[in-house]
């Protein structure tokens, strides 16, 4: 069954920082879509990133950065010299052929907390 | 551009009293559409999805319904509310597509007290 796993469930960083936000996947078909969402206090979810099974190359985009590894089922994100702004909730979810790709598992998520 | 509008932001219901909340997409066509549920410091529930007008699929088994009587236009009802119905709802659209997942863009959410 497909599975995504966020074992931080808070984390407290001081600003500047850097963080990195674990996400363990299960599943057992080949081709699948991996996300991450980022929902601040205001409570809207915002796309961050998403990630097919076929592209490992990791990824950067200014200060966050994705590490995307098969062989261990992860799919880590990395938030580099962390601000204020950072602070929010981090979801990581799949989506798979099993849920014929309409339907995207949400990891229960990582609250971040950035100090200033 | 597409837009998602979902409302209302915030809802205090009584116990018991009928419940409806729309979300309408902009700008797209034949959208996958979703309602997620959100209780209080935890994760995203799915409590229903659409892939097309008037194809409702549930997750699960509650006290709540979900209709899509236009394409772009996602309800969720209650005729019943009850204090587990509290949370923040969310609704979300995503580019049909086989065998592909674009990602969802979401509302901004509607908070329900039931009081």
Known sequence: AQKVTQ??????????????????????????????????????????????SFDEQNEISGRYSWNFQKSTSSFNFTITASQVVDSAVYFCALSDEKTSYDKVIFGPG???SVIP | SQTIHQWPATLVQPVGSPLSLECTVEGTSNPNLYWYRQAAGRGLQLLFYSVGIGQISSEV?????????????FILSSKKLLLSDSGFYLCAWSVRAAAFNYGYTFGSGTRLTVV
Do not use: H, M
């Not at chain 1, 407290?12 to 850097?18: A, I, L, Q, T």
């Not at chain 1, 699948?32 to 961050?48: C, D, I, N």
């Not at chain 2, 088994?61 to 236009?73: G, K, T, V, Y």
């Open chain 1, 7 to 52: 074992a931080q469930t808070e984390i407290s960083v001081v600003e500047k920082e850097d963080v990195t936000l674990d996400c363990v996947y299960e599943t057992r078909d080949t081709t699948y879509y991996l996300f991450w969402y980022k929902q601040p206090p205001s409570g809207e979810l915002v796309f961050l990133i998403r990630r097919n």
């Open chain 1, 110 to 112: 990582t609250s971040l």
């Open chain 2, 61 to 73: 088994p509650q006290n709540l319904s979900a209709s899509r009587p236009q394409d772009r236009q």
